[in-house]
């Protein structure tokens, strides 16, 4: 079982930035992919950028390179860069890692950017 704690949520204003955290229970270096996904007030959950252990990395088309998600093995831990946020960007973001066939997922942790 591994267990996925976000943090770094909160409130912030348009054109600002927010740093996310992802910590796992245990070593992520055998986790095949890790990411970030979204859910906004009456949307579905959709992919926001992922990680694999090898370093390659994918976002979503409509970031427009605003995000940047990166892995620290030694500290088991994902990072999600936001920068010139939009009000758009308001969801609760999950952390999300794959190992071998199974799937984990964090709580959830709220953003919410005011215009």
């Known amino acids: 079982q591994v267990q996925l704690v976000e943090s770094g949520g909160g409130l912030v204003q348009a054109g600002g930035s927010l740093r996310l955290s992802c910590a796992a229970s245990?070593?992520?270096?055998?986790?095949?992919?890790m990411g970030w996904y979204r859910q906004g007030p009456g949307k579905q959950r959709e992919l926001v950028a992922t990680i694999t252990n090898g370093g390659r990395t994918n976002y979503a088309d409509s970031l427009e390179g605003r995000f940047t998600i990166s892995r620290d093995n030694a500290k088991n831990t994902v990072y999600l860069q936001m920068n010139i946020m939009k009000p758009e960007d308001t969801a609760l973001y999950y952390c999300?890692?794959?190992?071998?066939?199974?799937?984990?997922w964090g709580q959830g942790t709220q953003v919410t950017v005011s215009s």
């Open positions: 999300y890692a794959r190992i071998i066939l199974k799937d984990y």
């Open positions: 245990r070593n992520i270096f055998s986790f095949n992919v």
